[in-house]
């Protein structure tokens, strides 16, 4: 026992570093000093590349049965990476003029990054938990920094309300699920989720477990915008700053598409068919109303929001599927993702995360009139001003939209062909719809990049790091859309691992070498 | 921990525990001052701190224990966070009415 929780602190390093990371910055950014103030980036961004590095020097953990201990390492490395890319989105103007244009934009103290990298801890405890009480610490610490971010964020009247809404509607939500992880531990009797899932196959029937398992899905559709708990998010997108809206749109879902597979893993793939018609009614609805009410939105930031909701919709498929080998006729070779639902849906978050980071980085660095560029109108005639922005806007919003050969299109071509080897034909008909439904509000995004005439007076902040991000964010969705086998492969390899009862010695031997061939 | 309860006490606890956690849903939903929907928000994780205690003594499990003092943590926590943004929320408007938000509108 006590062998098992060395084991298991172990692996807590990257976490470890990343919160000794938010204790430094937080002290730093007390320094009377301004030049000492402003080193505080610098040191969220090291203890983000330390503990990306650890992460991925670390071994992979050994499965306990439905955590999701394979997919940690991936999940780790992937979040710190992204969180680099998030955190240059959030640095300030070093120009005179730019710090005047972000007049509503405070300078982000110290707090404000300690908040930033606490939150990026919880996804990475997220994808280690193996206890109900270990992963609602985890959920927690992904959304309480987040409130405060988008209150901390931009000095405006919207913030402050959007961040009262969202902080509002989470807190009901975590009650929602805490009932929900009650009920299941009252049902199993262990807060283990590796007991509850044996439970769950000696008890197929429990009433309790799954009326359970149905508040702690419905509760953690907050934290990935699905319906029914989608409709703050549009408000709190369009209210928050736009380098705080970018971290939104990635960090919770993804803490949310964790849980959401680790509870669902109780019950294992194929999943009962009532949680599975849930599951897919959740799906349909949640990328119907997504795609739906962006059409009518005039405010890209609203927009973007409801393609949020849309593509939680579309991984949701991928969560319906689950791992590999759960259905008879899954395609189960080693070199194919495309049957694997989990492999699929960690690789289409980092798609949807790059392509949607890139959108809210234009965002960021426009300004028009002391507010954020959030209209069309705003983003009209970009590409003669700005046209390294405006490309990195239309790239955007095609990855999002899902054409070749953005990397949008390579999440969609596995999420989707995945649902189909698993013959929910009717399901991958309605997505593929619902993306031809959502060119209706991406085409014209880049549209009026590109054709339309500068209609208002727009300016550019001079912020190496916001405009670096972004051009980087969209290198990445092209470059990842040619060359993503890699990281589909190494999706694969985490998406398998989920399954694996007792992993054995062999092949345990057997993904050490995969990882270190890669 | 001493006996486990039987069937029908462990009844009494979840009705008590759920009949909490329904009201804090409803005055959530219906009432519209900001302090009160915190308070319901409250009223809800009670409901599911009862619940746990009562599990944990029918299935003589400590963890369900555990369990509580962490949500009571998490409980104590968010209620900084909502006093704080409340206040935040009255310099700029003096109210504590949802409805006299409406800046976010489609």
Not at chain 1, 32 to 45: E, L, M
Not at chain 1, 102 to 123: I, K, Q
Not at chain 1, 390 to 398: E, P, S, T
Not at chain 2, 41 to 67: C, I, N, R, W, Y
Request: aromatic share 8%.
């Amino acid at each position: 026992m006590s062998n098992l929780m060395v084991d298991k602190v172990a692996t807590l390093w990257p976490e470890m570093v990343m919160l000794a990371g938010a204790v430094a910055c937080l002290m730093t950014g007390l320094s009377s000093q301004a030049s000492r103030r402003r080193t505080v980036v610098w040191i969220a961004a090291a203890t983000l590349v330390i503990a990306g590095i650890i992460a991925a020097a670390g071994t992979a953990q050994a499965t306990s049965g439905v955590g999701l201990a394979g997919m940690a390492k991936f999940i780790k490395v992937a979040v710190a990476a992204v969180g680099l890319l998030l955190l240059m989105l959030n640095t300030s103007s070093t120009s005179q003029e730019g710090v005047a244009l972000m007049r509503d934009t405070p300078e982000l103290g110290g707090e404000f990054f300690a908040f930033f990298l606490c939150s990026l801890t919880g996804v990475m405890l997220t994808a280690g938990a193996d206890d109900l009480v270990w992963l609602f610490l985890a959920l927690e610490l992904t959304s309480l920094p987040t409130y405060v971010m988008v209150a901390m964020g931009r000095q405006k009247l919207e913030a402050r309300e959007s961040a009262v809404k969202y902080f509002f509607l989470g807190a009901m939500s975590a009650a929602l699920f805490l009932y929900g992880f009650a009920l299941l531990y009252g049902a199993a009797g262990s807060t283990q989720l590796a007991d509850i899932h044996q439970y769950a196959l000696d008890n197929p029937h429990d009433g309790l477990l799954m009326f359970g398992l149905v508040l702690a899905v419905v509760g953690i559709c907050f934290k990935i915008a699905a319906v029914p708990m989608h409709f703050y998010a549009a408000d709190v997108y369009q209210g928050a700053a736009s380098p705080v809206t970018a971290f939104l749109a990635f960090v919770p879902k993804s803490a949310g598409f964790l849980a959401l597979l680790l509870m669902l893993g109780i019950v294992g793939w194929p999943l009962p068919q009532p949680i599975a018609w849930l599951i897919a009614a959740i799906a349909v609805a949640t990328m119907t109303v997504g795609n739906v009410l962006g059409l009518v939105q005039s405010n890209v930031k609203r927009v973007l929001a409801y393609s949020s909701i849309a593509h939680s919709g579309y991984m949701l498929l991928g969560v319906l599927i689950g791992p590999p080998g759960s259905a008879p006729g899954s395609g189960n070779s080693a070199t194919s993702a495309i049957g694997n639902g989990v492999a699929a849906v960690l690789f289409y978050l980092l798609a949807y995360g790059f392509s949607t980071i890139a959108a809210f980085a234009v965002l960021a660095c426009l300004r028009v009139e002391n507010d954020e560029a959030q209209t069309y109108n705003d983003l009209a005639g970009l590409m003669q001003r700005r046209p390294a922005l405006a490309a990195v806007m239309v790239v955007a919003a095609l990855s999002l939209l899902g054409l070749p050969p953005m990397v949008g299109f390579l999440g969609k071509i596995y999420l989707f062909g995945s649902a189909l080897t698993q013959g929910y034909v009717v399901l991958v008909v309605i997505a593929v719809l619902n993306s031809a439904i959502s060119a209706g509000y991406y085409l014209p995004i880049a549209a009026s990049c590109i054709f339309s005439k500068p209609m208002r007076d727009v300016q550019t902040i001079e912020a190496p790091g916001r405009q670096a991000g972004a051009v980087l964010a969209a290198i990445l969705a092209v470059v990842l859309g040619f060359g993503g086998g890699k990281l589909v492969s190494s999706a694969n390899d985490a998406g398998r691992v989920v399954k694996q009862k007792h992993a054995d010695k062999v092949s345990q031997v057997d993904q050490e070498k995969q990882f270190t061939s890669q | 921990m001493g006996e486990p309860i039987n069937d029908v006490a462990l009844a009494h606890f979840l009705l008590t525990g759920g009949l909490l956690f329904v009201l804090g849903m409803i005055g959530f939903l219906i009432r519209r001052n900001l302090i009160i929907m915190f308070l319901c928000t409250e009223l809800m994780f009670q409901g599911v701190a009862v619940t746990l205690v009562a599990f944990s003594k029918f299935h003589l499990d400590v963890s369900g224990q555990t369990f509580v003092i962490f949500v009571l943590t998490i409980a104590a926590a968010e209620a900084a966070l909502a006093l704080g943004l409340v206040v935040l929320l009255f310099r700029s408007k003096h109210t504590l009415d949802a409805e006299a938000w409406g800046e976010l509108n489609g």
